[in-house]
């Protein structure tokens, strides 16, 4: 059975459920609410639940679309190749329209019910994963901060449901997912660096076989990302128990990417440097939401 040929019947609703990469999807949705509620916006729970809804089905669509754009280079990839589409457990045609119904879908409920700057910014990152990273990945070396503008956009669809438009908390919370994503990808592009080499991604890891310029990118991003964490203190939007927090994740944050440097363990410093990441961001997020729902 092939990905172009697959009997749709049989499909369960777990390979569906795959298609939309949840736990990246999840992300997106989850990185929108911290937007939302730093806004701290008054309570309106329709808005809220529109919110959530409308999110969780845009980015499960680009998943979808994603996935029907990328499915041959993932059926050359061990890591990939049991994805719904090259494993022919759904069909590309299956694949293409569910993901346009639901990024159509999540546009319609944000623009309608939420907040048309919010419909606006969905709109800007659905074009900015699919119509420029997704390309970038086969073609350009820096497909990853490419990737990590598109990544960094769902704050931005968060505040503006909240506050109707984006004021300078909204930026910063750009900017700490951008600089967050390229010690995270970096340190995950080096761990299956001969996978994606297998397929011709160009990407630094690819490129660099020593992996000394890619660890030193992954630090200078962890310090950009420390020193933007920590801007909602000295602009006046965060307390310094907040400021605090951030200080202490981001130095474990650097500590880690440190590691990365070096030659000799950058293999097992990478695996670290990866897990590190995923805690460090609900951790910073959290404590930033936090503060700013307890101190108005």
């Not at 074009?127 to 073609?139: E, F, M, N, V």
């Amino acid at each position: 059975m092939t990905s172009a040929t697959a009997d749709t019947t049989t499909a369960k609703f777990s390979d569906y459920l795959e298609l939309t990469k949840p736990r990246l999807s999840l992300l997106s949705v989850l990185t929108t609410l911290v937007g939302y509620f730093a806004a701290r916006p008054p309570a309106n729970p329709p808005k809220l639940i529109f919110l959530l809804i409308a999110t969780s089905l845009a980015a499960g669509g680009v998943a979808a679309l994603n996935q029907w754009m990328e499915y041959t280079t993932d059926a050359k990839m061990k890591r990939t190749a049991d994805r719904p589409i090259p494993s022919g457990k759904i069909s590309t045609g299956s694949a293409f329209v569910l993901g346009w119904l639901m990024c159509i879908a999540g546009l319609f409920l944000l623009f309608s019910r939420v907040d048309r700057l919010a419909a606006l910014f969905a709109l800007i990152t659905i074009i900015a994963y699919l119509g420029w990273y997704t390309p970038a990945k086969s073609r350009s070396i820096w497909s990853t901060e490419i990737g990590a503008i598109a990544g960094a956009f769902p704050p931005l669809i968060g505040w503006c449901a909240g506050e109707g438009r984006v004021s300078a908390l909204g930026w910063i919370l750009f900017g700490i997912l951008f600089f967050w994503q390229i010690p995270h990808f970096m340190a995950v592009a080096w761990t299956y660096r001969r996978e994606y080499s297998s397929v011709d991604f160009p990407m630094l890891p690819v490129r660099d076989a020593s992996g000394r310029w890619v660890a030193a990118w992954a630090f200078f991003n962890a310090l950009a990302l420390v020193a933007v964490s920590l801007l909602p203190v000295t602009q006046g939007l965060a307390s310094s128990s907040y400021g605090a927090a951030a200080a202490v994740c981001g130095g474990w944050f650097l500590w880690r990417a440190g590691q990365f440097l070096r030659s000799a363990s950058r293999d097992l410093a990478a695996r670290r440097l990866f897990i590190t990441s995923i805690i460090y961001l609900p951790l910073v997020l959290s404590a930033l939401v936090a503060d700013r729902l307890l101190h108005p």
